[in-house]
């Protein structure tokens, strides 16, 4: 994996519309403009860049259930540059910001059908901790999946 840098944006919404990009080219569900917008008010970024930006995570410091934990909001990576590591690296940075903050879990949701999300998730040490039905629509389940962090 040549010349990957991770860095957290100071200013995410200057780079509101990259961020949307890469999204879009992601292969998964596009984010919208206000739910971005939702989450650059709150949560911290971390962009991955590969020559130009291929991918990125955001984290919300504050999981609402669970003080002891963040929430990974997303982390999503251009097609082109998927199955190279950069997921993982992502990931670290949020790990490293949780500990940081004194945290010991991250949590996340994420759609049932997302198999492909799932085995990434799995991969990385996430456990299945519970269900929401319908939360997507009918039939449409979440899954909340937590990883426990060394201290
Ligand atoms: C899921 C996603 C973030 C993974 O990122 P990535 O950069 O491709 O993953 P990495 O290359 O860092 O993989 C890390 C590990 O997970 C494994 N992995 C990655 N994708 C996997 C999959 N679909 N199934 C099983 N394992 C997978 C890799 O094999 C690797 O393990 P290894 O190091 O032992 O070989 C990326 O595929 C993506 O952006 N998908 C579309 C958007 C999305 O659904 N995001 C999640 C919901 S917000």
């Given at each position: 994996m040549?010349?990957v840098?991770?860095?957290?944006?100071?200013?995410?919404?200057?780079?509101?519309?990259?961020?949307?990009?890469?999204?879009?080219?992601s292969g998964?569900?596009?984010?919208?403009?206000?739910?971005?917008?939702?989450?650059?008010?709150?949560?911290?970024?971390?962009?991955?860049?590969?020559?130009?930006?291929v991918g990125?995570?955001?984290?919300?410091?504050?999981?609402?259930?669970?003080?002891?934990?963040?929430?990974?909001?997303?982390?999503?990576i251009c097609q082109k540059s998927q199955r190279q590591g950069i997921g993982r690296l992502?990931?670290?940075?949020?790990?490293?910001?949780?500990?940081?903050?004194?945290?010991?879990?991250?949590?996340?949701?994420?759609?049932?059908?997302?198999?492909d999300a799932?085995g990434f998730?799995?991969k990385?040490?996430?456990?299945?901790?519970?269900?929401?039905?319908?939360?997507?629509?009918?039939?449409?389940?979440?899954?909340?999946?937590?990883?426990?962090?060394?201290?």
């Amino acid at each position: 994996m040549d010349h990957v840098k991770i860095r957290q944006l100071k200013n995410p919404k200057k780079l509101k519309q990259t961020l949307m990009n890469i999204s879009k080219q992601s292969g998964g569900s596009p984010v919208g403009s206000k739910w971005l917008d939702r989450r650059i008010k709150t949560n911290v970024f971390f962009m991955a860049e590969q020559d130009e930006p291929v991918g990125f995570a955001s984290i919300c410091p504050d999981f609402k259930y669970d003080r002891t934990g963040t929430e990974l909001d997303i982390i999503t990576i251009c097609q082109k540059s998927q199955r190279q590591g950069i997921g993982r690296l992502l990931l670290d940075k949020t790990i490293e910001f949780t500990q940081r903050l004194g945290k010991t879990k991250i949590y996340l949701f994420v759609s049932q059908k997302n198999i492909d999300a799932l085995g990434f998730y799995e991969k990385m040490g996430f456990v299945e901790k519970g269900i929401l039905k319908d939360r997507y629509g009918p039939g449409e389940h979440s899954l909340i999946m937590k990883k426990e962090l060394e201290i």
